[in-house]
């Protein structure tokens, strides 16, 4: 709920209670660039927010909770910022590893999906 008071009068008044969503933003920062991926939780399809001043190849992998690899793209990346949506809808609830790689570095991070 949201609470607003008045200085002047000293009053105060509740909202009604409501529910809200946290949505996480997962950063991932190397040597060599900066991603974004968002939401997390998710229902299986993410966004990735990439920023490199390199330009080269960037390789995604998705792997299940039982560590089996089940999305991949490859795509290329020139300097500056690049969004890529990435994810399979049919995921079933779980924590998921995200392999990103460009350059010469390759970061892993975990991902909640939740329907």
Known sequence: ????????????????TFRAIKT??????????????????????????????????VMLGLFSPDGKQIAKRKLKHSSGKQMISFG???LINGVYTLQISLGKETVSRKLIVKH
Do not use: H, Q, W
């Open 1 to 16: 709920m949201v609470s607003v008071i008045n200085k002047t009068s000293g009053c105060s008044n509740f909202s009604e």
């Open 88 to 90: 399979k809808s049919s």
């Open 24 to 57: 996480a933003v997962t950063v991932i920062r190397s040597r060599d660039y900066t991603c974004i991926v968002y939401p997390n939780p998710n229902n299986g399809l993410f966004t990735i927010e990439v920023e490199s001043n390199l330009s080269g190849e």
